[in-house]
Structures are given as structure tokens and as C-alpha cells.
């Protein structure tokens, strides 16, 4: 989801489309800043959280890929589709963790690995 950016010039400020250029040095940066020390290290913050997210990413499919072989060796034996009791648990272990946003977090992650209910 794309939200508006609010810039200031010369204590004016007017709202933009978030992407869309300017010709202010910051813009060319990306970084919002046109100090090039703060520059350099919001780009080195960037790159860490970039490893980051490609690191959650591929959890994320190793997850779901283990949950669904769970699911399925627990069904070919006979077993039921899902374990309500799990899934509870693994919801609360996140809420305590993260609050409302692990809540969310883990039902994305469960549906990831199950599917819809």
C-alpha cells in the first residue's frame, strides 16, 4: 500500500504520491537526508535489514513446507486435518512475544502452512 509523503521547503510543506522524484539531492539518495554521513549509514541499515527480510523469507517457506508435511503425514495415518491445540498454543506463544501483531503474524503463518480453514 502506497501512503502520501509529506515534504518541507523553506517551512512549506506539500503532500506527494509516496515514488514519486524530486530534483532535491535526498530524493536521488533515497534516503530522505541530504547529509552524506547519514546517508551512508541509513544505506548500510537498509542493506542489514534487506538480508534480514530475505532470511524471514525463506524461513517463512521452510515453515510452511515442514507444516504442511506435518499435515499430511498426520492425515495419511488417520489422523485429522488440523490440531486445534497447536495452532492455540503457537497463536499465544506469539501474542506473548509480539502482542496483537504476533496474533497476526501467526495466523498468516499458520495459514501459510495449512491453508484456509
Excluded: K
Excluded at 495419511?76 to 501474542?95: D, N, P
Excluded at 512475544?97 to 501467526?106: H, I, K, R, Y
Amino acid at each position: 500500500m502506497m501512503t502520501d509523503v509529506v515534504e518541507q521547503n523553506s517551512g512549506a510543506e506539500r503532500s506527494r504520491p509516496a515514488g514519486e522524484r524530486t530534483d532535491a539531492p535526498a530524493a536521488a539518495t533515497g534516503t530522505g537526508t541530504d547529509d552524506s554521513a547519514a546517508a551512508a549509514r541509513i544505506v548500510a541499515i537498509r542493506e542489514r535489514i534487506d538480508e534480514i527480510d530475505r532470511t524471514l523469507i525463506e524461513l517463512w517457506h521452510e515453515r510452511a513446507s515442514l507444516s504442511r508435511e506435518v499435515g499430511a503425514t498426520r492425515m495419511a495415518s488417520g489422523g485429522t486435518r488440523l490440531v486445534l491445540s497447536r495452532e492455540r498454543e503457537i497463536l499465544e506463544r506469539f501474542r506473548q512475544a509480539l502482542g496483537a501483531d504476533g496474533t497476526q503474524l501467526a495466523l498468516l503463518l499458520l495459514r501459510a502452512g495449512r491453508g484456509p480453514l
